[in-house]
């Protein structure tokens, strides 16, 4: 058995269904046999999946919650939400973000999780000296520094 998310096209509904094999889902749909649960249409396809987010030492799926429209807005609005989860353990540093991922990976400071901004050829260097970085989806805004 395999499943499947589902998108109705008329109107965004996404639901679950089970099939025995991917060849059953396409045989079904071609004969017109899957049907959206919530409206009824017939005018269904695969669901498109939502990118994941790697960042440092911390994984996470963006999903969008079932009956949700998954229109631009929607994904952008879990990417913020997912973004937000994993920038909460972690401290904005600024323009110290190369400086100070070296140090930790040297052994120099204790390793944290921080964000920060980093120049391409900054980024470039820190990925090619192994050094485990991840882009951000979303930009951020840096906080109000008091100093
Ligand atoms: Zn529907």
């Known amino acids: 058995m395999i499943v499947f998310d589902l998108l109705c096209a008329p109107s965004g509904h996404v639901f679950e269904a089970w099939f025995a094999s991917s060849d059953a889902f396409e045989t079904q749909k071609s004969g017109g046999l899957i049907h959206c649960p919530i409206c009824g249409s017939g005018d269904v ?3 498109l999946m939502t990118p994941n987010i790697a960042a440092k030492s911390n994984r996470r799926a963006v999903t969008v919650a079932k ?9 952008l609005a879990a990417l913020a939400k997912a973004q937000a989860a ?24 204790d390793k944290a ?8 050829s900054e980024v470039k260097s820190l990925i090619e000296d192994g050094i485990e970085i991840a882009p951000l989806p979303l930009p951020v805004i840096p906080p109000n520094q008091s100093n």
Do not use: C, Y
């Not at 100070?100 to 052994?107: E, Y």
């Not at 999780?113 to 391409?120: R, V």
């Open 45 to 47: 396809g695969k669901a």
């Open 67 to 75: 009956g949700d429209t998954p229109d631009a807005k929607t994904m």
């Open 86 to 109: 994993v920038l909460i353990n972690s401290s904005w540093v600024g323009r110290d973000f190369a400086t100070q991922a070296r140090a930790m990976d040297a052994g120099e400071i």
């Open 113 to 120: 999780s921080i964000h920060g901004e980093a120049s391409h």
